[in-house]
């Protein structure tokens, strides 16, 4: 079983950038595949991103692609969603997720789920 934290959210303005941090414990992140969700007020949670547990094969959602990038830094045992070019759409609860498989869009195919960390866009 492995525990989620994300941090890193916060307010900013279109066109800046966020790094968002997830950090696990309880198991390395190297055995599972990592996913980043996001979820807006009155929508449904949505895909972002996704790390093969290979720490190299990677998927995005079309609206995040050439923008956003997630990565791994295994000895700290942290996931990264490095946002660039921010738009207002973005705004949102950004969640981390953890997988034993390779399903990387498909939401129940994570086991296991952080708190979320807000990000504000403004426009």
């Known amino acids: 079983q492995v525990q989620l934290v994300e941090s890193g959210g916060g307010l900013v303005q279109t066109g800046d950038s966020l790094r968002l941090s997830c950090a696990a414990s309880?198991?390395?992140?190297?055995?599972?595949?990592m996913g980043w969700f996001r979820q807006a007020p009155g929508k449904e949670r949505e895909f972002v991103a996704a790390l093969n547990r290979n720490g190299v094969s990677t998927e995005y959602a079309d609206s995040v692609k050439g923008r956003f990038t997630i990565s791994r830094i295994t000895p700290w045992n942290t996931v990264y969603l490095q946002m660039n070019n921010l738009k207002p759409e973005d705004a949102a609860v950004y969640y981390c997720?953890?997988?034993?498989?390779?399903?990387?869009?498909?939401?129940?195919?994570?086991?296991?789920w952080g708190q979320g960390t807000q990000v504000t866009v403004s426009s």
């Open positions: 997720a953890a997988s034993s498989v390779w399903s990387p869009s498909v939401r129940s195919s994570y086991d296991f």
């Open positions: 309880g198991r390395t992140i190297s055995s599972y595949s």
